[in-house]
């Protein structure tokens, strides 16, 4: 019997010191915002491309936003959409063939 209200987990790990987290932000005004794992560097890969333009991503509701151009809100902060598609994340310090958080 299964729980249909019960959250999905995904096939790949998505916890531990060389995975990265299913949801991370750019912007420092941001409650999901942790300069230690960004200074790693984080590869991003939104629909088998991959993208340095991400200002924040959630692999397991697969979704990434990227700023709208130059546009700027009433506060200064720039514009997002949201871009819907499949994403995968990796460590970008751990070399050629690092472990990547994925949605299953």
Known sequence: MTD???PETPDTPTAGPDVPPDRIS???RSELFNSELLQ???GIRFKGTE???IEEYCISEGW???QAGKTLD????PLTIKLN???EAWYED???SPPVAKAG
Do not use: F
């Open 94 to 96: 751990l070399g050629d």
């Open 4 to 6: 249909a209200n019960a």
């Open 85 to 87: 598609g499949p994403v």
């Open 64 to 66: 990434v936003r990227v």
């Open 26 to 28: 750019v912007n420092p």
């Open 74 to 77: 009433r506060k200064g902060q």
């Open 40 to 42: 790693r560097g984080i």
């Open 51 to 53: 993208r340095t333009n």
